[in-house]
């Protein structure tokens, strides 16, 4: 059975994204691109809103991108090789190898895909997440939290939800981002 991950870089304030919808403040130095890299390869699948689909289909071709570092193109093999699920009303195509496209997000599909899962799997993109957490499919939170106050734009949590948690891991790394990773109590691990 697989694990549900709910993992982004985020403001301190909590959110994702700013008010004008930019996250450049978050890009990974290597350093902690390659935490990530190691924190997911094992992934086996991917579940996307239609705005994160967009901004992470870039890693399909990356490894085409001359003098691409190694730690990014590490990361595009990993991504190129995990399956992908895109939940978007508004798409009526995905461009992407091992990619499906959904209308509708269904929490019993999803619940099946965990059960059925040999491999963890990560939803991605603030509004699906909360979709997930509302189902109480979210296993895991794992939060990158960069040194910088936003003020604004896209909460990495819902509003309307309480989760009580137990801290598992935590990290801090150079560029001031701390990685804090926790378990939704009366889990599996």
Known sequence: MGKLIYSMITSLDGFVSDSDGNFDWGAPAEELHRFINEHFASLGTYLYGRNMYEVMKFWETAHTIPDLPPHELEYARTWQAANKIVYSSTLTEVTTERTRLEKTFDPEA????????????????????????????????????????V??????????????????????????????RYRVKNTQS
Do not use: M, T, W
């Open 151 to 180: 003020g604004g734009g896209n909460r990495f949590f819902p509003d309307d939800v309480r989760v009580d948690l137990e801290l598992l891991d935590e990290r801090r790394f150079s560029n001031g981002v701390v990685f804090l």
């Open 110 to 149: 999803v619940r099946r895909l965990k059960a059925e899962s040999d491999h963890d799997l990560s939803v991605d993109g603030a509004h699906l997440a909360a979709q997930a957490i509302r189902a109480g499919l979210v296993d895991e939170y794992q939060l990158f939290i960069g040194p910088v106050i």
